[in-house]
């Protein structure tokens, strides 16, 4: 598994390595750098320094150097096939994971399947070994919804009826608020994606139904209620992770990735990560890192909020929301260094500022730009 990780990402890093070599000898500029850009590579070099605090460098060098990889790779991408193609590689990618985990749960439920806190036994579908199926199903469901023109086509209804089906079967609670967020984004802004706003419309007046009839079912069956007022115990973990954090290295951290993994099994054995990505960079990384972390998403959801006032185009909503899927979802769990969501934060980092331009009209050619690859 580790080899592989390895290989995969030493195989991603050449290829933007080459891709900023041909760069180089066309003598055109490297990276187009916008300020989520410079704030992200600022953040990399500060997440390096912990390297020389760490517990274990060498697995902090690695996931720092994959968070400059999925930077680089998704705003390479971007520039290189569009901002069109980017939502499509992300949405095939994110379906082959949820085909994968379905598959999984029937030929090999050991590596997909685990239990809840109301139940020992296997309950739920959380795709440890594989990826986390809440995180894959939301991406999938909103990627699906919002670039897929034929939603009512056999294909793509079986497709969303199995990312919505393991987004139920994933029990993730932060996955059922992102796509209840998405959905009311819909109804509220009413974006110019005719089927999307009908298959809300719909899904929304079935589920009224099935409230109205008492069929709606309750999570609380299934997870420990007493758990959401602190998030599963992830409140008492973050002050645990930050008093340490600010004692011993406040600046810089104690090591990205490797400072959660040492003192959050010390606060509760079963949580043993930061359970956040704020968090992670903020033990890791020290006060430097989550500044700059902080500015970085500040930024984001500056565009992301004045795109969803100023525009009602498919890209606009779509890369709108997918980041603030990111933001729910990354807040209470997943990280910025490798994973879908991760790829998914990135490519929108590398997109927004592009939408923002172009919905003000200071870019008059960046349509073309952004939906195609650039000459």
């Known amino acids: ?158 497709l969303f009826a199995l990312f919505l089906s393991l987004l139920a079967i994933s029990l993730m609670r932060a996955a059922y608020v992102a796509v209840f967020v998405f959905f009311a984004l819909v109804v509220w802004r009413r974006p110019n994606i005719k089927p999307l706003r009908r298959f809300a419309y719909c899904l929304g007046a079935f589920l009224l139904m099935l409230y109205a009839c008492n069929r709606l079912p309750s999570v609380s069956h299934y997870r420990s209620p007493e758990t959401i007022s602190t998030l599963s115990d992830r409140f008492g973990l973050w002050r645990h992770l930050t008093t340490i954090t600010l004692s011993q290295s406040p600046w810089f951290g104690l090591g990205y990735y490797s400072a959660s993994r040492i003192h959050g099994p010390e606060y509760n054995p079963f949580l043993g990560t930061a359970h956040s990505m704020f968090f992670e960079v903020l033990s890791g990384g020290g006060l430097v890192s989550f500044a700059l972390f902080l500015a970085l998403c500040v930024t984001l959801s500056t565009y992301t909020v004045r795109l969803l006032y100023l525009s009602r185009d498919r890209f606009s909503f779509a890369y709108a929301a997918l980041f603030i899927a990111c933001l729910l979802l990354g807040f209470t769990g997943e990280t910025i260094d490798s994973g879908p969501l991760a790829i998914s934060f990135w490519c929108s980092a590398a997109v927004l500022p592009r939408l923002h331009k172009w919905s003000l009209g200071t870019h008059p050619r960046l349509q073309g730009v952004a939906l195609h690859a650039p000459p």
């Open 1 to 158: 598994m580790v080899a592989s990780h390895v290989v995969i990402w030493g195989l991603a890093g050449l290829w933007v390595m080459l891709q900023i070599a041909k760069r180089f000898q066309a003598k055109r500029p490297l990276v187009r750098l916008h300020l989520p850009q410079i704030l992200g590579l600022s953040v990399v070099l500060s997440l390096a320094v912990s390297i020389s605090t760490s517990a274990a460098p060498a697995l902090t060098a690695f996931k720092v150097y994959q968070i400059l990889v999925s930077l680089l790779f998704t705003q390479i991408f971007v520039e290189r096939f569009g901002m069109q193609a980017s939502l499509k590689a992300m949405l095939w990618g994110n379906a082959l994971l949820c085909i994968v985990i379905a598959i999984c749960a029937f030929l090999a439920p050991d590596m997909v399947w685990s239990p809840t806190e109301l139940n020992p036994d296997p309950a739920r579908v959380s795709g440890d070994l594989i990826a986390p199926t809440g995180v894959v199903s939301v991406l999938a469901i909103i990627l699906l919804l919002t670039s897929v023109r034929g939603i009512w086509k056999v294909i793509p209804l079986s």
